[in-house]
């Protein structure tokens, strides 16, 4: 069972008699309901008013009952769930949703509320989290109806309206249920007959487990009116109203539940939230509007008006222009189109229609965020802190408390400035839930840009984290302790030098001081067996970001940097050997590599950086004929990007590279290294007229029957620039070289720059340059 369903059984329909007599006084109650339905809610608040029993039984799983009480406490506040998980595979889990407009919970809380007894009388969860093991009996030897030899599930709700003469099973329910005037407990019986007919039609609608399940009912409702008499009400599914009337003995029953097979459970109650009510995200008994039906079951009365006043406020919070005309007109539309359709009053495709016309002006942009934002909704359910839980989600809680990151359904962006110690012990915290799989927020790109001061999360809670958590909760019993355990495991069974590096700089980002010796220590044992020079590359930038970070959180980063030294030195050695040779995909590959070495040199300390080392490789690499072309291009432009050699430098290498010698295919690939891609080669062409030369010279002179080969790989490296940088080259190319244009250097100069540095204008940017840091003007 996956963790966004619920308890196995047909999804939505759900009808009301007495058991056994046709609904006279003097037999226990059967309330049959539509999960998450608000008529279905009133008709049985209205009910059990009307009735006032001594127990409310419910569908729910048997273990349950411990927990009840918890739904009269305060602090619980729907949409919330029953959550049963493995005591040994947290994972095998399920989920019991309820709203507030939820049948089960209209059931619990009136009971509770006057002092009633209440019980859940579904199948143990022990037994329906074993419904994977193989060993699992779907009722062995009971009669399967037709549908079971068809294979056919049916959908009841769809079933009934089809019956009706609807294509829109919603629209039929909305009808008949929700929008229906008058007395709201009439439709009991008549839905309880229509399911009657179902289940003479189609047995048990391709769900047999539903007959292992009612038998378990049955035995419940025998012990409740045992124990109680006639003073019983039931609140279920409609689907299984005529299986708990049905006329059986307790020796059959039992015969159907003889040995399922169990696991060890363990319940409680959790957060949930609409959008995981919503049926788009997969779960079974969904409803398409939670937002929507919420609303009609809330509303004190105007339903209509108050829907699209609702809807005007986040209009207007968005920005858009919504006047009370527009809300006016908008209910007005909405009853003028139910009266066209025939409908009782206005349903969910009236009044999304008449705010798409009215208040959206026609537009579906912002009609989607009224359908986001209220049709379906945000809403977060809470639970009482007393609810059980396991002890790491217990340490989570007390943590996004202290440091006031409150669990929301709605995504939002989170920045953090590291200097500040909130700021820094919410970083620790995300980062230790991702290391634990517990997503609960992913690093998002902000506007910290390369810095390391500051970060940007995108948090969203969902109801899952919480089974993550249980699943987490086998490596420590706190955040910390855990995430550490875990870590520390990792670097243990980690083969590959890369998983390893990033692993180190995981620890670093979540302060696992603790657990960073096991993982240097498997990073030192790894680096000294490992002898490709890719795995090396791969592997140093995560070291030398771990480094970068490290500075940021005062950690300790001596060892880290001596690894990070050794392994630019084993680059540096076996890199020119590696890049001979190569093929096109290879290559391709290999300067990717470099670029990420490159790069990370940048960041390594002093002592730990090879800066003349590496730039001798990448001389070699700029000048050897069996490199691959786009190495070599890559390797000239690094060096002139760092200053190692000039423009008069560079000119000789591209028209070597260029030159009538040489193959049309490398020539090309060899400006793809020098002028593709991000790397900015757009704008050094546009500012050094001589390499742009160079190139339209070199492209001139391919031959026809070569030029085919070449242009994928030329298309490539110019589509990447920006379109004002393309304009701009084709406007030189057109116009020709000029003796005075921009890539012609004055004397003594630079091409595109002066010849002398003009420091009254440089010093000019100080000011802002303070300001931006923070820091002092100084004399």
Do not use: N
Not at 9 to 18: D, K
Not at 569 to 589: F, W
């Amino acid at each position: 069972m996956t963790p966004t369903t619920t308890a196995p059984g047909p999804a939505p329909g759900r009808g009301a008699i007495r058991a056994g007599d046709g609904g006279r006084r003097g037999r226990p109650l059967l309330l049959g309901v539509r999960h998450h339905g608000p008529g279905s809610a009133r008709a049985v608040r209205a009910a059990l008013e009307a009735e006032k029993p001594a127990v409310v039984l419910v569908e729910g799983p048997a273990e349950a009952d411990a927990l009840v009480a918890l739904a009269g406490d305060p602090s619980m506040r729907p949409p919330v769930a029953l959550l049963a998980h493995a005591v040994d595979d947290p994972g095998r889990a399920a989920f019991w949703p309820m709203a507030e407009f939820s049948p089960e919970w209209v059931a619990i809380r009136w009971a509770l509320d006057r002092g009633a007894a209440v019980r859940f009388v579904d199948l143990p969860a022990t037994h329906t989290l074993a419904a994977a093991d193989p060993t699992w009996s779907d009722g062995e030897g009971a009669d399967g109806g037709g549908a079971e030899a068809a294979g056919l599930r049916i959908d009841p709700l769809a079933e009934l309206a089809r019956t009706a003469g609807h294509q829109d099973a919603e629209q039929w329910w909305e009808d008949v249920v929700e929008l229906r005037d008058g007395d709201p407990t009439a439709p009991f019986e008549a839905l309880a007959e229509a399911m009657g007919a179902l289940r003479e039609a189609y047995g048990h609608g391709g769900h047999p487990r539903d007959l292992v399940r009612e038998a378990y009912m049955r035995l419940q409702l025998r012990a409740a009116h045992k124990e109680f008499g006639d003073e019983v009400a039931v609140v279920c599914g409609a689907w299984h109203v005529p299986a708990l009337t049905r006329k059986t003995t307790v020796a059959a029953d039992r015969a159907l539940l003889k040995g399922l097979p169990k696991v060890k459970t363990e319940l409680t109650w959790v957060p949930w939230t609409h959008r995981r009510l919503a049926r788009r995200s997969g779960y079974g008994a969904g409803i398409q509007a939670p937002g929507w039906y919420g609303h009609l079951f809330t509303a004190p009365d105007r339903p209509v008006e108050r829907w699209m006043t609702k809807v005007a406020g986040l209009l207007r919070a968005e920005d858009h222009l919504v006047s009370t005309a527009h809300v006016i007109e908008a209910v007005r539309l909405a009853e003028t189109l139910a009266a066209l359709r025939g409908r009782p009053h206005p349903g969910l495709d009236e009044t999304t229609d008449a705010v798409r016309a009215v208040l959206c002006e026609g537009s579906d942009v912002p009609l989607d965020l009224v359908r986001d934002r209220l049709v379906v909704g945000d809403v977060l359910g809470e639970v009482p802190a007393g609810a059980p839980a396991v002890p790491l989600q217990r340490d989570l809680s007390r943590l996004q408390r202290s440091l006031r990151l409150k669990p929301e359904a709605q995504e939002r962006e989170l920045d953090l400035d590291l200097r500040k110690e909130t700021d820094g012990a919410r970083s620790r915290l995300l980062h230790r839930l991702r290391l634990l799989g517990v997503d609960w927020g992913v690093p998002a790109a902000g506007r910290a840009g390369t810095g390391t001061f500051r970060e940007t999360w995108r948090l969203r809670w969902e109801p899952e984290l919480h089974v993550q958590v249980a699943e987490a909760g086998v490596w420590g019993t706190t955040v910390e302790a855990a995430a550490t355990a875990k870590a520390e495991s990792r670097a243990l069974a980690a083969t590959a030098l890369a998983d390893i590096t990033a692993l180190a700089e995981q620890c670093l980002l979540a302060g696992l001081a603790d657990a960073l010796p096991v993982v240097m220590r498997a990073l030192a044992d790894r680096a000294a067996l490992d002898t490709d020079v890719t795995h090396l590359a791969q592997a140093l930038p995560a070291l030398a970001r771990s480094l970068r970070y490290g500075d940021v959180r005062g950690t300790d980063t001596a060892a880290l940097a001596e690894v990070a030294a050794g392994l630019a030195e084993r680059i540096c050695v076996g890199l020119p050997p590696a890049c001979a040779g190569l093929d096109a995909d290879a290559a391709t590959a290999m300067r990717d590599r470099i670029d990420e070495v490159h790069q990370a040199l940048v960041l390594l300390p002093d002592t730990a950086r090879p800066a003349d080392r590496w730039a001798g490789v990448l001389h070699r690499l700029a000048r050897r004929d069996r490199v691959p072309g786009v190495l070599r291009g890559r390797a000239a432009r690094l060096l002139l990007d760092d200053g190692r050699i000039t423009e008069d430098e560079a000119a000789p290498l591209m028209s070597r590279a260029l030159s009538p010698g040489a193959p049309p295919q490398d020539a090309a690939a060899w400006i793809e290294g020098f002028a593709g891609g991000a790397s900015g080669g757009g704008l050094l062409l546009v500012h050094d007229e001589r390499l742009l030369g160079l190139i339209d010279t070199w492209l001139t002179s391919v031959p026809p029957a070569a030029f085919t080969d070449v242009l994928p790989l030329l298309r490539r490296t110019f589509s990447a620039y920006e379109p004002g940088v393309r304009r701009t080259l084709g406007e030189l190319v057109a116009r020709g070289p000029q003796p005075d244009g921009p890539g012609r250097a004055t004397p003594g100069g630079v091409p595109g720059f002066a010849a002398a540095l003009d420091r009254e204008r440089a010093d000019a940017v100080l000011p802002l340059l303070h300001l931006i840091l923070g820091t002092e003007v100084t004399a």
